[in-house]
């Protein structure tokens, strides 16, 4: 086994002496939000034989509710997505909107929140329809004050059978949000 060198152990002692003070005081993330998100966004479709994919600009509106459990929060939210994220191979036919319902859990850092969430989507790709899937991913939101948080989220989507038209579709957005907090 090998000693950690000097260094290495004076900057996890700085670092965790420095984050002492945030830990030991925690905000509280009981109530309702409403915000944005704008990000980008990677639609891919495939079929048997063919597999295309594009990345775009993605953006829209959030609510939800949490409650503070202590350590933890639990909450329920949704929000819905526009972009006009084309495939090359079929570009009569981008996706334009995606909405979800979704849930979250997750620990409280001091004055952030690390969490994983889940739930119900919906996507809606021109002249194809809408079709309903999954969705998993995970973020982080930090107070920057007391009814204010910026953070970023990262989630994949999966639709599977899109519509019923032999197509496999997947969407993995990468945004930044901004929500203000009652």
Do not use: C
């Amino acid at each position: 086994m090998k000693i950690p060198s000097l260094k290495i152990s004076l900057l996890l002692a700085t670092t965790l002496l420095a984050s002492g003070p945030a830990l030991a005081q925690s905000a509280n993330w009981t109530g309702v939000y409403l915000g944005a998100e704008v990000g980008g966004a990677n639609f891919k479709a495939s079929t048997l034989f063919l597999s295309d994919d594009n990345n775009d600009v993605i953006g829209g509106i959030i609510a939800g509710y949490d409650y503070d459990l202590g350590t933890f929060v639990v909450g329920a939210g949704a929000d819905v997505d526009f972009t006009d994220n084309g495939l090359s191979s079929v570009p009569s036919r981008p996706l334009d909107r995606v909405w979800r319902l979704k849930l979250r859990g997750g620990v409280k850092i001091g004055n952030g929140l690390a969490y994983a969430t889940g739930g119900y989507t919906n996507a809606h790709i021109n002249n194809v329809g809408s079709d309903g899937g999954y969705f998993i991913g995970g973020g982080y939101e930090h107070k920057i004050m007391p009814n204010f948080t910026v953070g970023g989220e990262v989630l994949y989507h999966d639709y599977g059978n899109f519509n019923s038209t032999g197509t496999d579709v997947e969407v993995i957005s990468y945004q930044i949000r901004g929500t203000f907090r009652f």
